[in-house]
């Protein structure tokens, strides 16, 4: 499942540089999160990186991209060239 930000956002751009995917970008009034990019960290981290360092605790799972961790892991190598 792609994570979401949702517009309790506060543009404090630390979450961006935290995406190894690349996947968080500056929307038209808050950050937002491409879901073909995001794998929610699979294959990277233990942990969503942009969740651990998100001072308003706005990032969650996004409902209308739910993705098994296999499928995570799909995207994962897709995106990297990288089998696990």
């Known amino acids: 499942m792609s994570l979401i930000i949702s517009?309790?956002?506060i543009n404090c751009d630390v979450c961006e540089a935290e995406c190894p995917n690349g996947a968080i970008s500056?929307?038209?009034?808050?950050?937002?999160?491409?879901?073909s990019m995001c794998t929610e960290c699979v294959g990277h981290?233990?942990?969503?990186q942009?969740?651990?360092v998100c001072p308003v605790d706005c990032i969650s799972k996004d409902p209308a991209?739910?993705?098994s961790n296999e499928q995570l892991w799909?995207?994962?190598?897709?995106l990297t060239g990288e089998k696990r």
């Open 26 to 35: 500056q929307g038209d009034e808050i950050y937002a999160i491409d879901p």
């Open 45 to 48: 981290y233990d942990t969503q």
């Open 65 to 67: 991209y739910a993705e």
């Open 7 to 9: 517009d309790e956002c």
């Open 74 to 78: 799909a995207k994962y190598e897709q």
């Open 50 to 52: 942009c969740v651990e």
